[in-house]
C-alpha cells in the first residue's frame, strides 16, 4: 500500500482565516477538559487535514487607509503572526532538528553549569542579584534568549534552540524547573506583576504603577512578553499562560492602564494560548471591553454572526485543533498605535477583573510541577524580526 503519510507535505499557510481555528468549534463546551498532550510543553504530531487549511497576502499585514469621511484608517489582522504563532502551537511542523546530537545547553545553563553567552553571566547570579535591578533587566538584550528558550532562533546566536530530546529532560529535571518559576516570577515583578500560586494565578505586584508606565512607554517588552508565553508552554507550563494574558487584558482594556498592550495582547498573547476554548473566553471578554466594539478584530467570522464574510482580514494565530477564526472582516478602526509586532513582520468597570487579588502570595518552592496536569486555565517569537529579541 505504500507509505501515505510520507507522500503528504505539509502546507505553509497563506492566509489569517486557514491559521486560526479559534471559532472552528464554537460548539465546544469551554469547560472541556484539556488532553494529555495540550498540557505538555510538546505539541504532538498533527494530522494532514489539521495542516492543510492554513494561500501569502503581503498586504494582510499593511494598514489600508480609506478616503471615506465615515471612516476611520482601517487594519487587518496580522497573517505573518498568525502564521508564526500557528507554526508554535502545532510545534513547528516543517522544523527539522539538527543531526548533531544536542548539547542540552539550555539546560545545564538552569542547571548553574554553564553561563549565558556572550555576558560570561549565570542564572544563579540573574535570580539573586538581578531581582529589582530595572535599569539592567530593561537594557540587557542577552539574557531573554536563555531565560525563555524557544525551538526558534533569536537574535542572540549564541543561544541555542530547544530540542525535543532537551525539553523532555528539562521537564523531569527539579532544580532547573524550580529555576525556570523564579526566572518567571523575576520578570514578572519587573513588569509589575506579581505570581500568586501554583495555578499560575497573577496580581498587580506593590510596584505596579510605576512599573505600568513604563511598560506603557517600553514596548520592546511586548516583543519578551510573547517569548515568555511561548516558553511557558515549550518547558509544560501551558496553565501559567492563561492568567497573564487575562490580567493583560484587562489592565489594557478595562483599566487602560496598559492602553499601548491591547494590540499586542490580541495579536500575539491570546494566540499563544493552545486551548481554542480559553482563547474563545479570552476573546470574549476583550470583545466586551474593546472599543469602538465595531473595530474588534479577533471575533468569529462575520458570516457567522449572519453578516459578509468580508475579505481576507487576517488572524492574530492559530491552534492545534480547529479551522478558521477571521476577524470582523478586514474593516475596523485602529485604536491602539502600531506595536512593535506591527514592525516586524476605557473605562474602569470592576465587575470583570480577575480573581484574586487579594490572594495571599506563595513560595516559588510550592509551585514546582505546575502545567503538567492541565488544571484551570492550562489551554495551550511571535512574528518577524525587529530590533529587540522575542
Known amino acids: 500500500m505504500g507509505n501515505l503519510m510520507g507522500s503528504w507535505r505539509y502546507k505553509e499557510p497563506s492566509t489569517v482565516e486557514e491559521c486560526d481555528s479559534t471559532w472552528g468549534s464554537d460548539s465546544e463546551s469551554d469547560d472541556t477538559p484539556v488532553e494529555a ?158 505570581l500568586l500560586d501554583k495555578s499560575g494565578s497573577v496580581a498587580r505586584g506593590p510596584n505596579w504603577q510605576d512599573r505600568f508606565q513604563h511598560l506603557n512607554e517600553s514596548q520592546h517588552n511586548y516583543l519578551r512578553i510573547t517569548r515568555i508565553l511561548k516558553s511557558l508552554g515549550e518547558l509544560g507550563y501551558e496553565a501559567l499562560k492563561g492568567p497573564l494574558v487575562r490580567l493583560m487584558l484587562e489592565e489594557s482594556l478595562l483599566h487602560a492602564t496598559l492602553p499601548n498592550m491591547q494590540h499586542s495582547a490580541l495579536e500575539y498573547y491570546v494566540y499563544t494560548i493552545r486551548r481554542p476554548a480559553t482563547r474563545r473566553q479570552l476573546l470574549r471578554f476583550a470583545r466586551q471591553h474593546y472599543r469602538p466594539t465595531h473595530a474588534f478584530l479577533w471575533g468569529p467570522q462575520p458570516k457567522r454572526r449572519g453578516g459578509a464574510a468580508g475579505g481576507g482580514g487576517g488572524g492574530g494565530g492559530d491552534d492545534d485543533d480547529d479551522d478558521d477564526d477571521g476577524g470582523a472582516g478586514n474593516s475596523g478602526i485602529r485604536a491602539p498605535a502600531p506595536t512593535p509586532e506591527h514592525r516586524r513582520g476605557a473605562g474602569d468597570a470592576g465587575a470583570d477583573c480577575m480573581p484574586p487579588f487579594s490572594r495571599p502570595p506563595s513560595l516559588l518552592a510550592g509551585l514546582e510541577g505546575v502545567g503538567e496536569e492541565g488544571k484551570g486555565w492550562d489551554h495551550g517569537g511571535g512574528g518577524g524580526g525587529v530590533l529587540f529579541p522575542h
Open 37 to 194: 498532550a495540550e498540557g505538555s510543553g510538546i505539541s504532538g504530531s498533527v494530522g494532514p487535514a489539521e495542516m492543510g487549511r492554513c494561500s501569502v497576502d503581503p498586504g494582510d499585514m499593511s494598514l489600508q487607509l480609506s478616503e471615506s469621511p465615515q471612516s476611520a484608517p482601517k487594519m487587518k489582522r496580522s497573517f505573518y503572526a498568525a502564521r508564526d504563532l500557528y507554526k508554535y502551537r502545532h510545534s513547528y511542523p516543517n522544523y527539522k532538528e539538527s543531526r548533531q546530537p544536542s548539547e542540552f545547553r539550555n539546560l545545564r545553563f538552569y542547571l548553574n553549569k554553564i553561563p549565558l553567552i556572550p555576558d560570561g553571566i549565570y542564572i544563579e547570579e540573574i535570580l539573586t542579584k538581578w531581582r529589582g535591578d530595572y535599569d539592567k533587566l530593561e537594557h540587557n538584550h542577552n539574557y531573554i534568549q536563555w531565560l525563555f528558550p524557544l525551538r526558534e532562533q533569536g537574535l542572540n546566536f549564541y543561544a541555542q534552540e530547544l530540542t525535543q530530546d532537551e525539553i523532555k529532560e528539562f521537564q523531569t529535571t527539579r532544580e532547573a524547573k524550580r529555576r525556570f518559576l523564579a526566572a518567571y516570577a523575576l520578570m514578572l515583578e519587573f513588569y509589575g506583576v506579581r
